[in-house]
């Protein structure tokens, strides 16, 4: 069973940056697609970036340019390196699979963007 921890959110001024983390249990990490994800407060859960295996990445529009997803296969972990952040980013941030099937939930990290 795979599980994902996400962190390094916290609050941030509009224009700041932020790199948020996502270890992953499990022995399959590697061949996995992942992705970030985004819940702002009565809105639904969308995707922000995804990563496949082979590190062929994609973004939502509205943070190209400005979000950079990686991962570390060794480490089991996947990055999300957010720059000139805007408060429409505020959001808790979650880390999954990529695609249309999910596991498990993490309880996310939070992103604050204010002045």
């Known amino acids: 069973q795979v599980e994902f921890v996400e962190s390094g959110g916290g609050l941030v001024q509009p224009g700041g940056s932020l790199r948020l983390s996502c270890v992953a249990s499990?022995?399959?990490?590697?061949?996995?697609?992942m992705a970030w994800y985004r819940q702002a407060p009565g809105e639904q859960r969308k995707l922000v970036a995804g990563?496949?295996?082979?590190?062929?990445?994609n973004y939502a529009d509205s943070v190209k340019g400005r979000f950079t997803i990686s991962r570390d296969n060794v480490k089991k972990t996947v990055y999300l390196q957010m720059n000139s952040l805007k408060p429409e980013d505020t959001a808790v941030y979650y880390c999954?699979?990529?695609?249309?099937?999910?596991?498990?939930w993490g309880q996310g990290t939070q992103v604050t963007v204010s002045s």
């Open positions: 999954n699979l990529g695609g249309t099937v999910f596991l498990s």
């Open positions: 990563i496949s295996s082979g590190g062929i990445t």
């Open positions: 499990g022995s399959a990490f590697s061949i996995l697609r």
